[in-house]
């Protein structure tokens, strides 16, 4: 079956440590998001790409990177810069714009939840 | 960005209907309505969506106003597994508005057994 894994499920980093959350998708979608959510609130856009090799900021990337060399994978790194990185993390695929423009579903993984020690 | 506006919770009764609105005054002509729900510790789901008509799945319905500044999912028949967060968002066709999209702190649905 078609989805998105996110890997691992759970993660401990200690203070300082740059950590790279996983996000494989086998949907053939072109888009992938990457947001960030904290205990009550909704989701926040902190990247998304659109195509392989390009990406674009979202509302809070300062302090996370990503690449997208690959159109299944888009790993999301939170680097030592991020002051306050304790979250779930969820990441998410689309269609192109192109290909349906703004019917195009979202598919989300399951999360990963990092906490910082 | 046009953005929504839902209630922070709402309450139901299982097997009762439960009818979520959303508020979207400043929606363009080419967005389309989305909605996603979430358990805990999960991630979203997609629900429906839909563009000016209104819409019926397995799941649920989307009922549009005339002017689209609002929208409003129904959930025939609650039952305890709906108990989740409900986003309602707009995504458009333009290159900002298609990825760019926001999510709001969404609508708490409680359901009473």
């Known amino acids: 079956d078609g989805g998105i894994t996110q890997s691992p499920k759970y993660l401990f980093r200690k203070e300082g440590q740059n950590v790279t959350l996983s996000c494989e998708q086998n949907?053939?979608?072109?888009?992938m998001y990457w947001y960030r959510q904290d205990p009550g609130q909704g989701l926040r856009l902190i990247y998304y790409s659109q195509i392989v090799n390009d990406f674009q900021k979202g509302d809070i990337a300062e302090g996370y990177s990503v690449s997208r060399e690959k159109k299944e994978s888009f790993p999301l790194t939170v680097t030592s810069a991020q002051k306050n990185p304790t979250a779930f993390y969820l990441c998410a695929s689309s269609y192109p714009r192109d290909r349906g423009g703004g019917a195009n579903v979202l598919t989300f993984g399951a999360g990963s939840r990092l906490t910082v020690l | 960005d046009a953005k929504t506006t839902q209630p922070n919770s709402m309450e139901s009764n299982e097997e009762e209907p439960v009818h979520l609105p959303c508020n979207h005054s400043t929606i363009s002509g080419t967005d389309y309505i989305h909605w996603y729900r979430q358990l805990p510790s999960q991630g979203p789901e997609y629900v429906i969506h839909?563009?000016?008509s209104n819409v019926n799945n397995r799941m649920a319905s989307l009922a549009i106003a005339e002017d689209r500044k609002s929208s409003t999912l129904i959930l025939h028949r609650a039952t305890l597994r709906d108990a989740a967060v409900y986003y309602c968002i707009l995504r458009g066709a333009g290159g900002t508005s298609y990825g760019k999209l926001t999510f709001g702190q969404g609508t708490i649905l409680t359901v009473h057994p």
């Open positions: 949907l053939n979608h072109d888009a």
């Open positions: 839909g563009l000016t």
